[in-house]
């Protein structure tokens, strides 16, 4: 099934297969997704080709300056037919919502948000009401256009699973991309390929996938590293460490096994981490959260089986 949905991906994605691989390992691991880059790499097409190889409820919302919380969750309204009060249930009742342009929304939106990504549920009226499941957040953002934009605080952040980057394509996958759309929309043609207790069958699953206490060491190894690093003011929270180790064992079962290996923990690292450190004044100016991801990784001694 899960291959079935990297190949549905993949028929309008060109050369996205590790961009792929984390959508869906972010789907497994019950987690939010933040596409970041500049404009017109395919972030919302990215975005739409997930959505619709799920058999689940879809919603859209391109967040503006003037979008207000009640937008996005809904509101309690008097009735005057009635003489009652009244909920009206905002988008986020969805199984996938993608938020276009986050940073756009102002703060008191997206505080609107962190209630919804981390409990799943929202509560309008003193009552509270649950999200379907699974429900996933994927939201884009342009993190070199800073015209118009609110940046993420650091709670909200911390709330995203992943943080995805797809780059520019090389020409020659260019050049396929243009032949691909030349005389039609593969968009158009893309259906779903699994289901709603599908995916909650899988997820289960995922549960069971073997976490060692040499890896538990290796993980726990490299989140200490960014709470002591020289040039990071805040490290990985707790709720960082958890999110890791869901993704790991989604990871491992994605490639078939029941058990995780140091490569998870490696392949993972980047884009899991990286946007949940803040640098102080000095990282700003002499490196960057990457950098001091990877420095990490080469510092923290790798476990290896022991005859």
């Keep these: 099934m899960l291959q079935s949905m990297k190949e549905n991906i993949a028929k309008v994605m060109i050369d996205k297969e590790k961009e792929i691989e984390l959508m869906i390992i972010a789907l497994l691991s019950d987690g939010h997704i933040l596409l970041e880059d500049v404009p017109g790499t395919g972030k919302t097409t990215m975005a739409k080709c997930f959505s619709k190889s799920i058999d689940g409820s879809f919603n859209r919302l391109q967040f503006t300056p003037d979008t207000l919380p009640s937008d996005i969750v809904g509101q309690e309204y008097f009735d005057v037919k009635t003489s009652d009060f009244k909920v009206r249930k905002g988008p986020v009742f969805n199984n996938v919502l993608l938020i276009d342009e986050i940073n756009r929304a102002v703060p008191r939106t997206q505080s609107a948000l962190l209630e919804l990504m981390e409990e799943k549920h929202v509560t309008l009226g003193g009552t509270t009401y649950h999200l379907p499941k699974p429900f996933c957040v994927i939201a884009t953002q342009n993190p070199y256009d800073s015209i118009g934009t609110f940046p993420l605080p650091d709670a909200q952040l911390d709330r995203f699973l992943l943080t995805i980057r797809q780059g520019y394509p090389t020409p020659e996958k260019e050049k396929m991309m243009l032949r691909r759309f030349r005389s039609s929309n593969p968009l158009e043609i893309i259906e779903s390929v699994i289901s709603i207790d599908e995916i909650l069958q899988l997820k289960q699953s995922v549960k069971d996938v073997l976490v060692s206490e040499a890896i538990e060491d290796y ?30 064992q989604s990871r491992a079962f994605l490639y078939g096994r029941d058990f995780s290996t140091p490569e998870d923990v490696k392949e993972l690292a980047l884009p899991l981490l990286a946007h949940r450190i803040s640098l102080n004044v000095e990282g700003e100016v002499k490196t960057s959260k990457e950098a001091i991801i990877h420095e990490i990784l080469d510092l923290v001694p790798v476990p290896v089986e022991t005859p």
């Excluded at 989140?223 to 869901?246: I, N, W």
């Design 219 to 248: 993980m726990m190894g490299i989140v200490q590293k960014t709470r002591l690093h020289q040039y990071v003011d805040v490290g990985v929270s707790p709720r960082g460490s958890l999110a890791y180790m869901r993704a790991i």
